[in-house]
Structures are given as C-alpha cells and as structure tokens.
C-alpha cells in the first residue's frame, strides 16, 4: 500500500534533486577539496596537494582570528537585540493601536530592500555634511560632523545599527503571527487576577511561543552574515578590519588577494562550524514539516 | 483593555522604531529629489527645491539602464528556472511518505543556509571554463542555488494544504501522477504559486555577492552596477539616491502585493 502511494513521485522528484545535487553539493565538495591543495589562478600547471597547510595558517593568521571575533559580534549582538526588539514590537503590534495596521505594512521594507541599497541608505544616512544624521544633530542643534565610518568601534556600531534594521521589523512580524495564534482567554483571566501588559505577556506569552522564538534565531544567526553587501558599501571591511566577518575574509582572500585556495579554506572552516551548530535545528524543522503533512 | 501608562509605553515603543526605521529611508527619498548644491547645504535641509534632474541622469544613463535590463532578465529568468525544478519536487515531496522525506527536507533547508561564499569560488573557477562568466544566463544557474530550495520549501505548504480526496479519486479513475500534478495540483495552488514566484523575483533581484563576483560588464545588475556612482572623486549622491529608489520600487510594489502571505513564506519554515 505504502509503495503503491508512493508511485509516480520518485519520477517528479529526482530529476530536480540531480540538478540541485550538481548546482550545490558538487560546489561545497570542490570548495572542501580546494582547501586541500595549493591553488595559483595566476600560474598554469596543476594544483599540488597541500594538506592540512592551509588551515595551519588559518590558525596563525591573525586577521583570520579578528574575523573570528567580529562574526561572533556580528551574530550574537544584532540578533539578540533583534528578537528582544522585534518581540517587544510584536508585543505592542498585538494592541490594537492607532498606528499598528499601518506598522505591518511599513515592516515589510526592509526584509525586501536590496541589501546594496540598504549598504548606500546607512551609508548616505551617517556620512558627514550630506548626511541625515548630520540633519537631526542640526534639529537639536549639535554640530554632527564625525565620520563614524572612520572608527572602529564606531563603525561597527553603524553596520550592527543597520543589521537590526534590516532583521527587526521581520522577526516582529514572524513573532506577532505567533502571538495572535494564542486564545485571548488566557490574557483575560490574567488581567482579572490584576497582571500588568508586561507580567502577561513574560507569563502567558513567552512561554508559548517559546519554540517560535528559537526557530526564529537559528534562522537569524544562520542569515546574520547576509549583510556582506551591506559591509561592502558600508565599510569594505574596515577600519582595520573592525567589520570584517569571516565571509568578507575570504572574498577579500579570493577575489582581491586571488588566493582561491585560502579563501576555499576559510570558508569551508565557517561552513562547517555553522553547521555543526545549525543542522540539528534544520533536521527539525524538517522533521516537523515531514511530520506536519502525514 | 491597556492601562493609560502601559499605553503611553506601547506609543512610545511604536514611536521610536518607526523614526529608526524610516529616518534613513526618507533622507534616501529626500536626497533623490535634492540639488548637488542642496545635498551639502550646511546646515542640510530635509526638503530643498526640488528637483527631477537625478531621475533624469539616471534613466537617461545607457549603462544604468542596461543594467536594470539586466535585473529583469536575470530576476525572470531565475523564476522560471526555479520554478521548473521546484514544481515537480515540492509536489513530490509533499504526497511522498517516506523516511527519505525528513532527509531530502532537510538537504533542502541546509542548502539555503549554506553561506554564499562557499558556492562562489566553485561557480567562479567552472564558470570561466564554460564561458558562463559575465552572462545572465550563468548568474541565473547560480541564482538557482538559493531560490530553488527556497522555492520548493514555499510550495510544499501550498501543496500539502490540498486536500487529499481529490486526488484518491483522481487515482481511482486511473490518472497518473503527473497527470494529477499538471491538472489537478497545479491548478488548486496556483495562488500559492504565485506568491512563491513573487518571491524567488525579489530574492533574484536583490541578489549581490553572486553578481558581484560573476559579472563584469554585459550581466551586471542594478544593485551591483549603483556602486558606479560611487566613483573616487566622491560619491555623486543625488544620483546613489534616484537610482536606488527605482531599484527598491518593484520589489516594495510586489511585497505589499503580496503581504498576506509574505511573512509565512518569507520565513520559509519558521512555525510553530
């Protein structure tokens, strides 16, 4: 009976799975098989193997390791305070509120921005003199003419700053859609036990979308690194290489020092280390999903 | 149902956010409308004369515009590609019962959040053997990497919500599968379809590490070729300005289209 359901399926489904094989798998086993050898894009003649040299540099090459760093700020800080944000939004979106049917349209913005344009709107919006943060300090009459882009710490700021904007509203969204699906009885008959909005919501609400939450943040911590286009515009990596996560490292590697074999390395070590962190919340989710539809 | 001050503090929140989210989108739209002297007028001004000759310059820049061009080809082209492979396996996938199911789901998932960079130096190398470097048609394949499993992960929703008598009887009248897939399943999730087609667009379009490294002149996109404002004589802001607001205006046109279901979908498996 069950191989009876079955037919028919296999045919519909290999031919796209080959493709994908081809277009994802074939590249992530080439890119780990770079990292073995000795590869001069420059210079004909064959690669030679290598070994494990590459990644003895990787742990000798101290840009490597500040890129190390400024991933993990670059994960860790924007996406905790986009779900502590995007919670608190989702929170008061939930109220039905003059402006909050207005808000869940206005969110959608930066999920569907070009990330480019994301990089030139930061970009345009703290460059000194043009710049609109040079307009608001004028409004409260300080004179903004500081480069933050010019400083490290300051310019990482600026690119975590442009991080929460671009994740925040999204993960309020995702959220909200959360929070509605809880039975407004609950939040009744707290109220009438005298709960404050905070109490209900840290009492009823969290712990009910408490899975939403972490399915949201595995998907943000897997994303967060998307914002490469937004540090090519905003920073190119720098100053000193205080924006350069580790993705940006290896492009930089790959495509302004043509060293394709480090970059292979680099990057392979990320894929990696993320995956062993990530996959078994991907093997979950698509569980649940297998689960969901038997 | 809220108390005055635990209103006063939802205003507040709401409030705050909504001037961090679109003070800088509007100095965007400001700027776009601005004259080179009024973009460095000191102190700078929100609204100065306004002015259309940035639109101008950039709709009438033969480069800009080819690249724009370009977008849409490429945008388009992945759509259909994508489409095409994730049909037939999101359908497949979505009547499959199998344990392979959890396996091939989960390949899916992975895949998508594999980080760019590691198919960028493989596609960069085979693409310079194959004569795919600096084409649509090479940087759709590679776009294909990403929106097709995004693709199937959207429509295995949209198919499992069709219900399944229709198809038993289908069956039992002596259909094939792919008989019921074309007439039957395609046809009932032809919304969803829709939605996950609008998607794979803006996800093709806003595209840029790929584009950047696997263009150079002729396939060039518009949200790589903006950067050529971007000169080192200094940036020719008006210009950076209208030529991202017209980059963003069809993606935010086809988001609020499809609001209803872009957070479902966007979040591709975010749920419960």
Known sequence: ?????????????????????????????????????????TMPGLPRFAGLENYAELFSDDQFLRSVIVTAQLIFVPVTLQIVVGLLLAMVMKEKLRFTGWMRIAFLLPAVIPPAVSGLVWKLFVVPGA????????????????????????????????????????????????????????YEAARIDGASWFQMHWHISLPEIRPVILTVAIFRILEALAIFPVIYVLTAGGPAGSTQPINYYAYVNGFEYLRVDYAATIIFFFFVGMMTFCAPFLVNIARREGKEAA | MLRTHEKIFCYAVATTFILFLLAPVVWLLSTSFKQQLDIFASPPRLIGSITFANYRQVLGDAEFMKSFLNSVLVSSGTVVLSMLLALPAAYGLSRLRSRAKVALLSWVLLVRAAPGMIYVIPFFVSFTQLGLMDTRTGLIIANTVFTAPLAIWILIAFFDGIPHEIEEAALVDGATRWQIFMRVAVPIAAPGIASGAILVFIFAWNEFLFALTMTRFEAKTASVAILNYMGYEGTEWGKVAAAGILILLPVAVFAVAIRKYFVQTAAGGVKG
């Open chain 1, 1 to 41: 009976m069950k191989n009876a359901r079955n037919r028919g399926l296999w045919p519909l489904i290999m031919p796209t799975f080959l493709a994908l094989v081809a277009i994802t798998l074939v590249p992530i086993v080439v890119t780990s098989g770079m990292s073995f050898f000795y590869i001069d894009l």
């Open chain 1, 131 to 186: 710049g609109g943060l040079t307009y608001l300090g004028s409004l409260l009459g300080v004179d903004m003419q500081l480069d933050l882009l010019s400083m490290p710490g300051t310019a990482l700021a600026t690119v975590i700053a442009a991080s929460v904007w671009l994740g925040t509203p999204f993960v309020a969204l995702l959220l909200l859609s959360a929070l509605e699906s809880i039975g407004d009885d609950q």
